[in-house]
């Protein structure tokens, strides 16, 4: 089981330092293999949320970051609030982005109100 988790671990580690990489189903296909062996891990579930947000995917990041709990709606806030934006659910997007700080969050909660 060790070697499996390292080898997970090693792909997704290996396809985040490509920093050329536009494939978001691999991204998200090595995101899932990390996870399989350690369903906690916040980097593949940032990973995975942002693959799924690129692939136009908005209700299953919503599932990634109800499933994955507070790590990762912290970590991940403006993807939070974008995808709650995108799926229709602006005053809870508002709220989500006015909780955070920066450029993005400004952006995403002025457009959600």
Do not use: C
């Not at 891990?41 to 919503?62: M, Y």
């Amino acid at each position: 089981m060790t070697s499996a988790l390292s080898s997970a671990a090693n792909t997704l580690s290996s396809l985040l330092k490509q920093s050329s990489i536009d494939d978001h189903e691999q991204l998200l296909k090595a995101a899932d293999a990390a996870l399989k062996t350690s369903k906690n891990d916040v980097e593949a579930q940032h990973v995975k949320l942002v693959a799924l947000l690129n692939l136009d995917r908005f209700d299953d990041a919503l599932r990634v970051l109800e499933t994955g709990g507070d790590s990762i709606k912290e970590r991940a806030r403006l993807e939070w609030a974008y995808a709650l934006y995108k799926t229709g659910k602006p005053a809870k997007a508002a709220e989500v982005a006015h909780e955070g700080q920066g450029r993005g969050m400004r952006h995403v909660e002025a457009q959600a109100v």
